[in-house]
């Protein structure tokens, strides 16, 4: 059974704005999905209702067969990024990862370890005690996919983040989060107005359309494998 299941799902703005109009969707445990569409067609929208930040206005989220639990949120087998990686300025990179393990009273030490392992994943060994203002753009985004993975999350959900990051960078983080993806398997749903980065990246391709706010096209892609 899938992982989540998008039901009829709409979403209205009280300005009147229809930004996702009846999708189905389900999200098999594992897969590597791009959601794909010009700007504008509801892909946040979607992405942020999927992970419980705001409401459907009509439809239904299940997660593993159960009813979501809407936007009181707080999934811990959930993790997220945005464009803007939105780091604590005033913390270290270790820190910044340890944050999500700080808030559930994991204990200091250990919380200390899980995040430096991650740190490790992403590719920042030796960047632990580094403050967001001495790190590239690159490296702020890999302490923020190291901060949404700490919890071992069973999905991982991004909003475009790369799209902010020069071309050179924005393609080392495409092939290291494949990487990433191939070692530890979780379910990556990544959002894109980019129809290489969905190639590239996923198994699966959503294509939305902007009017109005449909899914027009479901469709499997070869299996990528990791790019050396
Ligand atoms: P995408 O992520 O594909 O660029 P969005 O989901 O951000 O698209 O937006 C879909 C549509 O909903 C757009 O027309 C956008 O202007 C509108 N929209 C997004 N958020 C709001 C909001 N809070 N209130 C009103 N309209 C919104
Ligand atoms: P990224 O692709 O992570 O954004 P950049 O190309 O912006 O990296 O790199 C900025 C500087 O930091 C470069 O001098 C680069 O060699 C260095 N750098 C980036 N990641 C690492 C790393 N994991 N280990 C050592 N140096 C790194």
Redesign the pocket.
């Known amino acids: 059974s899938p992982l989540v299941s998008v039901r009829r799902v709409s979403k209205q ?3 009147g ?1 229809l ?2 109009r009846d999708v189905d969707l389900d999200l098999g445990a594992g897969e590597f999905i791009s959601l794909l ?10 992405l942020r209702m999927i992970a419980g930040l705001a409401n459907p206005s009509t439809g239904t989220i299940e997660w593993n067969g159960a009813a979501s639990d809407g936007a009181s949120g707080g999934r811990p087998d959930l993790g997220f990024v945005f464009q803007d990686p939105t780091l604590m300025p005033w913390a270290n990179a270790l820190s910044n990862v340890m944050l999500p393990l700080t808030l559930k009273h994991v204990p200091k030490r250990e919380a200390a370890e899980r995040a430096a392992e991650m740190l490790a994943l992403v590719g920042l060994k030796g960047f632990e005690k580094s403050y967001p203002r001495e790190l590239s753009g690159g490296m702020k985004m890999r302490v923020s996919i190291a901060r949404a993975l700490v919890m071992r999350p069973k999905i991982l959900l991004m ?1 475009e983040p790369f799209a902010a990051l020069d071309e050179i960078t924005r393609h080392r983080l495409n092939d290291d989060l494949l990487q990433l993806w191939w070692k530890e398997r979780f379910t990556a749903v990544f ?1 894109t ?1 980019s129809v290489f980065e969905s190639v590239y990246l996923s198994q699966r391709i959503v294509v ?1 359309a902007a009017r109005p ?1 449909r899914v027009m096209a479901d469709f499997a892609v070869d299996a990528p494998y990791p790019r050396d």
Not at 37 to 46: D, H
């Open positions: 703005f009280a300005n704005t930004a996702v569409g010009p700007s504008g067609c509801g892909k946040s929208t979607l909003d959002v107005h939305m706010g």
